[in-house]
């Protein structure tokens, strides 16, 4: 299965292909840290999924606390 990140960024869609869940949510959290970047979301099989949902589901092993850190906000 292969993962795929969307975004829509300050010049337009982004969308970059992975092979893991890992590289996969390292990416929308990058995409996430980008200024001017919104609505970042993984499709995986078909589904699309908010980066957190997604870690839940793909990353989680369901013993350990889950948080993403909020992107530093600059005025």
């Known amino acids: 299965m292969f993962f795929i990140v969307t ?3 300050a010049t337009g869609p ?3 292909t992975c092979e893991t869940p890992a590289e996969a949510f390292e990416a929308a959290v990058g ?3 980008t200024r001017g970047t919104r609505d970042v ?3 995986a099989g078909g589904a699309q999924y ?3 949902e997604f870690r839940l589901r793909f990353l ?3 013993s350990e606390p889950v948080s993403i850190e909020a ?3 600059r005025s």
């Open 7 to 9: 975004a829509n960024g």
């Open 14 to 16: 982004v969308s970059i």
């Open 41 to 43: 979301l993984i499709d």
């Open 50 to 52: 908010a980066p957190l």
């Open 31 to 33: 995409l996430m840290e």
């Open 60 to 62: 989680s092993s369901g």
């Open 71 to 73: 992107p530093e906000t």
